[in-house]
């Protein structure tokens, strides 16, 4: 009964590559959220897909900032050209319908 | 604009005590919240949930309740152990945003033996 995965767990970018992080729910959720968290603050919601849908990403920065939710395969969202102010942590969570979301261990990018 | 907020930053108890973790929200629309918490290093954990059409929920050591007049919810731990030594988080989910979750800050608990 895995939980949520994410990865990688750690990824350090420099500025101006491409970040790639990976989130697979749990089995059978068919809802994903992505959130972002700055050191010593709440988690800031990004975007919300269903299985080839975006549903909701009023929290997505309007460039460089991408997701999707593929028929097959895990949740990608993905940063274009780093910035240092893009360095947090950034955390997957799934859950079966309306209900209580539960996280991923997140992913912890590092733009150099 | 509409937030989330918590009282206290830190909150220091010592084993064995209760410990009383609020949050403020402001606003009216939300009718579902959650608290989590969250190690150093991990993922936010669920704990326990509460309808706006609820007052008061319990689970195995922790109850939260929910008074809409004020727009304040608490998080009660019951025999507070080393073991919920973390960053708890109150989250609220507004009718009409569909399903993200808004989140406070964070309160860190430290209990001490």
């Known amino acids: 009964n895995a939980g949520v995965m994410q990865n990688p767990r750690h990824l350090v970018r420099r500025r101006g590559q491409e970040a790639r992080l990976r989130c697979s729910p749990m089995?059978?959720?068919?809802?994903v959220y992505w959130y972002r968290q700055l050191p010593e603050e709440g988690l800031k919601f990004m975007v919300y897909?269903?299985?080839?849908?975006?549903?909701?990403e009023s929290g997505m920065p309007k460039e460089r900032f991408s997701a999707e939710f593929p028929k097959e395969g895990p949740s990608i969202l993905r940063i274009q050209q780093v910035v240092r102010g893009d360095s947090a942590a950034y955390f997957c969570?799934?859950?079966?319908?309306?209900?209580?979301?539960?996280f991923g261990p997140g992913t912890r990018l590092t733009v150099t | 604009g509409e937030s989330v907020g918590l009282h206290l930053p830190t909150l220091s108890v010592q084993e064995g005590d209760n410990s009383i973790i609020n949050c403020a929200y402001s606003?009216?629309?939300?009718?579902?919240f959650i608290w989590y918490k969250q190690e150093s290093g991990k993922g936010p954990q669920f704990i326990i949930d509460?309808?706006?059409?609820?007052d008061k929920r319990q689970g195995q050591r922790v109850t939260v309740l929910l008074n809409k007049t004020v727009k304040h919810l608490s998080l009660q731990i019951a025999a507070t152990q080393p073991g919920d030594s973390a960053v708890y988080f109150c989250?609220?989910?507004?009718?009409?945003?569909?399903?993200?979750?808004?989140f406070g800050k964070g309160t860190s608990l430290l209990v001490t033996p």
């Open positions: 969570a799934s859950s079966p319908s309306r209900t209580e979301q539960y």
């Open positions: 089995k059978g959720h068919s809802h």
């Open positions: 897909l269903q299985k080839e849908n975006i549903i909701d």
């Open positions: 606003n009216s629309a939300s009718d579902y």
């Open positions: 509460i309808r706006s059409n609820m």
């Open positions: 989250a609220e989910n507004p009718s009409y945003s569909g399903y993200a979750l808004n």
